[in-house]
């Protein structure tokens, strides 16, 4: 494993994914362990993506007293069936949030009537849980969240908004294998805002693959700007970064 720090970003690179993910989940295990001592529950948002697959099975193999933990997602579609396998909800539910027992897995509604008042609730919930720990990913685009360099807002006012997805964000759903064409990707979503991430004490950002290499570079080097969301880690005090070989082979 190398490591080296980005201004206030520690970035770690290791040889392979699976090290990758038994590393970070190493570190959030420990990181949530120490939390647990300060206060009697704690309050985690966790990605839904492929990219997550290694630290998110290796997180609910550990010894974390996960009934002490109210678990909360990052963003949703927008119009997507509760039952469709490539909704975020249904992939943490698949993955962790069904797998070990939190004490509250907190979802947002894809189906909601009115996604501006699912937004409102969801705000809600953040703010009457304030949180701890986020586990994350960046998008070819240098997204995290659905926070697209177009709707992106390091100073956004709301906590949960609704947005349209660019064409970047949606093929990767495609490259990612989640959907067959690009026109099966729904074209809005509900998503936490750039904000919740700078203020959150710790993020711990799993990103592998070849196909997140430039985003990978550009979070790295290039300017702290909206136009790759993800720069804004470099300003972040307790944020890490997780890297496989393919993703770090333009460092």
């Known amino acids: 494993m190398n490591e ?13 994914r699976t090290e990758m993910g038994q590393v970070a989940a190493a570190e959030i295990v420990a990181a949530i362990k120490a939390k647990l001592e300060e206060k009697e529950e704690i309050n985690m948002i966790f990605a839904a993506a492929p990219s997550q697959n290694e630290v998110l099975k290796m997180l609910t193999e550990s010894d974390v007293d996960w009934s002490r933990i109210n678990a909360f997602h990052m963003d949703e579609y927008i119009g997507l069936d509760k039952s469709a396998p490539q909704g975020f909800g249904r992939f943490l539910m ?12 907190n979802l947002i509604d894809c189906e909601a009537a009115d996604p501006e008042k699912e937004c409102e609730r969801y705000e809600k919930l953040l703010n009457e849980n304030p949180v701890d720990i986020i586990v994350l990913g960046i998008g070819e685009n240098g997204h ?17 908004k609704t947005v349209s997805l660019d064409e970047v964000c949606r ?23 750039c904000p ?16 997140k290499a430039n985003a990978v570079k550009t979070t790295v080097y290039g300017e702290i700007s909206e136009t790759c969301p993800a720069t804004v880690l470099r300003e972040h005090l307790a944020a890490i970064l997780y890297l496989d070989a393919e993703s770090s082979s333009l460092l």
């Open 171 to 193: 093929q990767q759903q495609v490259n990612d294998g989640c959907f067959a064409t690009i026109d099966q990707v729904p074209k809005r979503a509900i998503t936490l805002t």
């Open 144 to 160: 995290i969240a659905f926070n697209d360099p177009w709707v992106a807002d390091f100073k956004d006012t709301k906590k949960v």
């Open 196 to 211: 919740v991430f700078i203020q959150a004490p710790q993020l711990f950002c799993i990103v592998p693959a070849i196909t």
């Open 4 to 16: 080296f720090k980005a201004d206030k970003l520690t970035v770690k690179t290791m040889a392979s």
């Open 94 to 105: 698949d993955h962790i949030f069904g797998k070990v027992p939190f004490k509250s897995v």
